[in-house]
DNA sequence: CATATGACGACAA
DNA sequence: ATTGTCGCCATAT
């Protein structure tokens, strides 16, 4: 079988880790590449993002910067595309920014360990 | 191999 | 709150 990179197995943990994401709720960049295993990926994060497949349902605008603004210039295509979706599931944004203390995803220790995303340990 | 470039993050002024 | 610097790390040239 043809081997997968391990640079795309990274990007699939990072996309499925996005996808965990609850609707109505954000996680940084870091936060992502922390859960997905990867420690100080939060770049990786925003490649990864960048290499999404067309086509895709990956809820990406729910991922922004640890500071909680929109990692976009302001103003530009993608920005605005990230504002709306965000505010289409009641998420506030002003000044280009989201309140991380309410709208950060804090994720238990059991949906940690449930979700398949999980399972990178098992070799 | 040397630099430059990012959908980043932490921190000092 | 803003802004600049530096650290990080995969890619691109």
């Not at 391990?6 to 609707?23: A, H, L």
Request: aromatic share 8%; glycine share 8%.
């Amino acid at each position: 079988m043809t081997e997968k990179s391990p640079m795309q197995k990274r990007n699939e943990r990072i996309w499925q880790t996005v996808s965990d994401i609850p609707q109505g709720n954000v996680a940084s960049y870091g936060q992502i590449a922390a859960i997905a295993g990867i420690p100080r990926g939060a770049r990786q994060v925003g490649y990864a993002l960048r290499q999404l497949p067309r086509g895709h349902t990956l809820p990406w605008h729910r991922v922004i910067t640890s500071s909680g603004r929109i990692a976009f210039a302001a103003g530009s295509r993608p920005y605005k595309e990230q504002v709306k979706r965000l505010k289409m599931e009641d998420v506030t944004v002003q000044g280009g920014k989201v309140d991380m203390r309410k709208y950060r995803w804090q994720p238990d220790l059991d949906e940690l360990l449930w979700k398949p995303s999980a399972a990178w340990d098992q070799r």
